[in-house]
């Protein structure tokens, strides 16, 4: 009978079909208690020996199975349209606070675990609310109306059914801490082998090249064992539970017969009396019954309750409070002021005292050794992060102060983890703009240096994709993702190594014909290879999350810097390489 927050709130969503589906529900037990009424006025009849109205009461008998053959269908109906409602509204909103949370909260939690949240603990929410909440309604008030009119018809059929029916119901309970327990056990393990699992197949390129493929199969196993482990825990606890429900039904059952069998023998009622006590009393532990069975439907929904109550109040690495629209006139200057930052937990700022200016409308690029803070930067000016001192302006006001959707949408950023879909190539495209044109698609394509690639493709556009664009190659596919980011026409395009996995010489052409297509926005190019970054009409040189220099490429080569150093670990590099 636990009924979790989070599930209550959940169910407020159909509030009204689940009323309904509840008032059918308890309709189609009065059915039952109709037709048991009407059988012992039956058997008292011919225990009498009177047939006269025999046929009348089987007729009776027969549109009350008729009628409750109706009424539970449409209750099923409308319990699983319910249903349906909460399961939809409370994956919008979890995907929505997803969005919200943004990439930083996928830093602490595993993509593997929140997908079984969203997708199994939202399918047991389904089950609970429009199963088991009816159900358990139902339950806790009819019951005690049968208990009622057999008060009246024979009062010594109490005795046996109170006590019982109190137990069936309350005996449980004792134990509900305890499978609050068990069900959370359950339900993380699972999570957890989720999780792995996940991981293992995305991962499983890295694990087979590093021979661990054998490891990572036994680990798995381990986890399955626990998995095994912890429903079987859940289901010993379950078991109890069920147990003493059953030991009830039929103890009161049992119970109920032998008065009924006593008052008989005794005569202390009448043959109509022995037989409803016989019958109601049955029928009255049948919600009891009913309830048992929902539970099992319903069981995960209560273990999966605290993952998606942690799920959607999970609260944001940063607060949405601007109100500003990222629209502006012409592309925006973006300015970084004294900015510090230190992620949760580490010892030492990732950036500290940063403070530099991209034109409007021009090309800045960041460079610096690795784990100098040029990610960092990036995402802070996402607000993925905001700065603990300093601020970030876009065309002079701070990006806090921004819607932060627009404020995303106005910035396209192309990096080095490309995400495609399994779609079209042309569907993949048009994420970025859903009313884009043939022409359009082609345009960005061209310049991202991939047209000809696509054109020679025997489906063209509509080749489907595979998951993750798994059927290109890696420089195919980040130049798919630059042809994406072109054709989202924001003002500020930002290019995080965006093209690290493309040769050098193609690299050299896709920035140039980049420039070109760029004009007008305001770009920042991260990366690693200088030749992508040498033709920008500013340099930030990073070290040590620091700005090192700032500058053209010339003057920073001349001026003997940590960016000498890149350019020249960048000319060993290359000539160190095999040819
Ligand atoms: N989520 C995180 N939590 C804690 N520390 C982090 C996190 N991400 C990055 N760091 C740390 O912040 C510093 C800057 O990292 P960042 O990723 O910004 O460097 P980078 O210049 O982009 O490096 P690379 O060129 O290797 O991508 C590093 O010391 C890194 O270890």
């Given at each position: 009978m636990i009924v979790h927050p989070e599930l209550r709130r959940a169910a407020r969503r159909a509030r009204r079909p689940l009323l309904t589906a509840t008032l059918l529900q308890g309709t189609v037990t009065l059915t039952h208690l109709a037709q048991a009424a009407l059988l012992a006025v039956a058997l008292a009849d011919l225990a009498r020996g009177d047939t006269g109205r025999l046929p009348w009461l089987l007729a009776a008998v027969l549109a009350v199975v008729a009628a409750r053959a109706g009424l539970a269908l449409g209750q099923r109906r409308i319990a699983t349209r319910a249903g349906a409602r909460v399961r939809v509204a409370l994956r919008d909103e979890l995907l929505a606070h997803l969005g919200r949370l943004g990439p930083a909260h996928l830093s602490s939690a595993r993509a593997g675990a929140v997908r079984t949240t969203l997708v199994d603990g939202v399918e047991g929410v389904d089950a609970y609310v429009s199963r088991y909440l009816p159900q358990l309604l139902v339950t806790v008030t009819l019951p005690p109306l049968v208990l009622a009119v057999l008060a009246v018809v024979e009062p010594w059929a109490l005795p046996g059914l109170v006590p019982a029916l109190l137990l069936a119901l309350c005996g449980p309970r004792a134990w509900d801490r305890l499978l609050a327990a068990r069900g959370k056990e359950h339900w993380d393990t699972y999570e957890g082998l989720g999780a792995d699992y996940l991981e293992a197949l995305q991962g499983m390129p890295a694990l087979r090249a590093a021979g661990a493929v054998g490891r990572t199969r036994t680990r798995l196993e381990v986890r399955s064992a626990a998995l095994h482990r912890a429903t079987v825990a859940k289901l010993r606890v379950s078991l109890v539970d069920t147990g003493i429900t059953d030991l009830a039904v039929q103890g009161g059952t049992a119970a109920a017969a032998l008065l009924a069998c006593w008052s008989a023998a005794t005569g202390s009622t009448t043959a109509t009396g022995t037989y409803l006590v016989l019958l109601l009393a049955s029928e009255c532990f049948r919600p009891v019954r009913d309830l048992a069975r929902e539970w099992h439907a319903g069981y995960l929904g209560v273990s999966a309750a605290d993952g998606l109550a942690a799920l959607r109040t999970a609260e944001p690495a940063v607060r949405d409070t601007g109100t500003a629209p990222a629209r502006w006139a012409a592309p925006p200057e973006l300015?970084?002021?004294?900015?510090?930052?230190?992620?949760?937990?580490?010892?030492?700022?990732?950036?500290?005292?940063?403070?530099?200016?991209?034109?409007?409308?021009?090309?800045?690029?960041?460079?610096?050794?690795?784990?100098?803070?040029?990610?960092?930067?990036?995402?802070?000016?996402?607000r993925h992060h905001d700065p603990q001192q300093g601020r970030i302006t876009l065309d002079g006001r701070r990006t806090t102060e921004y819607a932060l959707d627009s404020l995303r949408q106005g910035i396209a950023v192309v990096s080095q983890e490309t995400y495609l879909f399994h779609a079209t190539i042309a569907d993949n495209l048009r994420l970025a703009r859903p009313d884009a044109t043939d022409d359009d698609l082609t345009r960005a394509t061209r310049v991202a240096g991939v047209h000809d690639e696509i054109a020679a493709l025997p489906d063209g556009y509509a080749t489907v994709l595979g998951e993750r664009g798994a059927t290109l190659s890696g420089g195919q596919r980040q130049r798919l993702a630059l042809a994406r980011a072109l054709l989202a026409d924001a003002p500020v395009l930002v290019l995080d190594e965006a093209t690290s996995s493309v040769d050098e010489r193609r690299e050299a052409d896709i920035v140039r014909e980049l420039s070109k297509?760029?004009?007008?926005?305001?770009?920042?190019?991260?990366?690693?290879?200088?030749?992508?970054?040498?033709?920008?009409?500013?340099?930030?040189?990073?070290?040590?999350?620091r700005v090192d220099a700032v500058g053209e490429h010339a003057v920073l080569v001349e001026a003997g810097s940590v960016y000498t150093r890149l350019v020249e670990a960048g000319h060993a590099h290359r000539e160190g390489a095999p040819a």
């Open positions: 300015r970084f002021e004294d900015v510090t930052f230190t992620y949760d937990g580490a010892q030492a700022p990732a950036v500290q005292g940063v403070s530099f200016t991209a034109a409007a409308g021009r090309t800045t690029a960041i460079v610096g050794p690795s784990g100098a803070g040029k990610s960092t930067l990036l995402a802070l000016l996402l297509a760029a004009s007008g926005r305001t770009v920042l190019v991260v990366a690693h290879r200088l030749a992508a970054v040498r033709h920008a009409d500013r340099i930030v040189v990073l070290d040590a999350g």
